[in-house]
């Protein structure tokens, strides 16, 4: 179920603006990688391209190859609605839909792709999912109430919970702690750990700590100069990265000298 | 001040406490004024029967000037000014309101003693009776709430489905497009259309495919959904702008198709201002009396068929009432006019209800 994704030499821009240029990378399939870097330097937009998210930007787009089970994502057969089925993502910003329950939630993605699902069925995708997203236990007897009313860290782990119930085969995270408080940010740092089982994870983040505990590769992003497109400055397992990293900009900026 | 007050200030160095107006200064100089002009009217012997409305006018013009006045002798230059600024405010709120309640209650007096059943279940066929040469009979409005019910539906059902794609279109896809632009400024200009302008557009439309003299209930519902569909747009689009893009970016990363996330995601989130903005669009039109005047004419008998011969609407039945100049006629045109703000008051709670009903919930 799990993929990894290659990707070769992409470019991404919005508009005329090169925002980032000549990345390239290999994902590994059950695995964590992490994204870490400056704010600005194109991490997040990067991910966004991982399942073709960025171009619901308007006048962005993207050159390269992204291979994933030996697909390119952007070849113009491609259709960019089958490949967010299969690659999830989960946003800064918890973002349950104020309008459903926490259970119309977890099945928002089975529902709203108009798949005709059996009680029974609908019920196991749920308890399945929110176990999953170590969130069951708080919730299990409060499914009809709305997801707006959980906590922050719930709701986080409500979107998770729903981006995991379609099963996709990668699961992209954009800062998924960087609202939450520590308690919750352990909560969701376990639950990726348990999740490396079954999904590939790409995960950004600003939190060096996080990505060293949470991560088995991980890319430094950085921009060479104010107005410049970010780049991938040094792409490694954690452990070498965190101990004898090979450029030297990012060892400055993981012991904190810089940025 | 007291003495550990005044050990306090020697302490500090410089005391806060400063001279203040009474608690209720406002409303005692308010009083006063009142006092005061009205006891100026009775030396000056004012005709009481018609002039009695200029004491409380005075009154508050004397008040505006008088507390900022005491205030500045007594407080400071600061508080004088707010004084002044507050006063100024209250009047304003009341010059806004007094016509408001005024409209309302000059209604409901003079219209409430018309409304009994026959008012509402007859409709205006009558007869003239050559001896007295009055009008017998047909005072009822039954008809005329049929016709404006019935007209004003056929424009909502036009307006609607058009005024909601529109705005979807200018919010879920015209984003920062030329054309999209383009239509927003169209519609911002259709906002001011003048009533009679789209009446008389129906009635030429109607005229090219039925001749001259055509007047169907239709064709009002299309001189109608003219000044709709303009206020439907622009309320549904400031509401689908309201939704974050957080929850769209949400169902398109759970690969959901923009448009299933336009059905089930943007609109059942906005659904209470969409319903809100109808219905503020179909109060603002259930008044028109020119635009129908020219289109749908007036008929004493009921009809519910919009596409066969004129119709009455409450407006039109109003503004022939009124100008026979007859006692009776001018009782129910009072009646109707009560009956229809009755109606708008009653369309406006509704939206409130379904909007509270539809908003997004909290859970807490």
Redesign the interface.
Known sequence: MAKSIDVSDVNIYYGDFKAVEGVTMTVKARSVTAFIGPSGCGKSTFLRTL?R?HE?I?GAHVEGKIVVDGQDLYAPSVDP??????I??V?Q?P?????MSIYDNVL??N????KRIAKSEADAIVERSLRGANLWNEVKDRLG??????SGGQQQRL?IA??IA?EPEVLLMDEPCSALDPISTAAIEDLIHELKTDYTIVIVTHNMQQAARVSDDTGFFNLKAAGKPGHLVEFNPTKQMFTNPDSPDTEAYISGRFG | MSAVDAALDAQVGRSMHTARLPRFAALIVLVAMLALTALGALLLRWDWGTKWVAVPIVAVVLTDIALPLWSAAVENRRAAVDRLVTALVWTALACALVPLVWVLAKTVIEGAPTINGAFLSQDGVGHFDPVQLVKVGGHGVFHALAGTLVVTAAATIISVPVGLMTAIYLVEYARGKWIGRAVTVLVDVMTGIPSIVAGLFALALFTVFFGNGTRLGIMGAVALSLLMIPTVVRASEEMMRLVPNDLREAAYALGVPKWRTIVKVVIPTSVGGLVTGVTLAVARVVGETAPLLVTVGALDSTNWNPFHDQMTTLPVLISNAQSTNSPEDLKTAWGAALLLIVIVMVLNLVARIVGKIFAPKTGR
């Open positions: 399942n998210m619901v308007p609605v089958e490949v967010r089925r299969r999830g993502m946003f910003r973002n349950p839909f104020p309008t928002a993605g529902r709203l792709n108009s109430k709305p997801g707006m009313g959980l979107c729903r981006a379609v």
